[in-house]
């Protein structure tokens, strides 16, 4: 089985980037992407991916709204947390809206691709 993931980040250059990071990753399957936080919404709503990697900084909305969404909508997948300049308060608000980690992706790209892998090797 493979682990579904979906992508949520608003520049096209960063967006290309961790696709491709993600898609090296055995297991791993980047279902979908998204730059806005009602794309995000409506694509995890209908292709149901086992992870959302998700930016903050989106355009035209906070990715703390997302994330409070789909804890509101209840549709299962494990967030990743992945942004610019992550703070102690950020990462507590995101934990307490149902992220699974919080990680600065000015740091931690490393990080990211080690968590998405664990989890796709759970699945399989």
């Known amino acids: ?3 579904k993931v ?3 980040e608003d520049a096209e250059n960063l967006r290309q980037q961790i696709g491709e990071l993600l898609v090296r990753i055995e297991g791993a399957e980047v279902v979908g992407v998204a730059a806005t936080p009602n794309e995000a919404i409506a694509g995890v709503a209908a ?3 086992d992870v959302v990697v998700l930016d903050l900084g989106l355009r035209g909305g906070a990715g703390q709204d997302v994330l409070r969404a ?3 909508a209840q549709m299962g ?3 990743v947390v992945f942004s610019n300049s992550v703070d102690q308060v950020t990462v507590r608000r995101c934990l307490e809206l149902g992220a699974m980690a919080v990680l600065d992706k000015s740091h931690h790209f490393d990080q990211l691709y080690e968590l998405v892998r664990s989890l796709a090797r759970a699945e399989s």
């Open 1 to 3: 089985m493979r682990v």
């Open 6 to 8: 979906y992508l949520v």
């Open 47 to 49: 292709l149901r991916p």
């Open 70 to 72: 789909l804890r509101s």
């Open 77 to 79: 997948a494990k967030v």
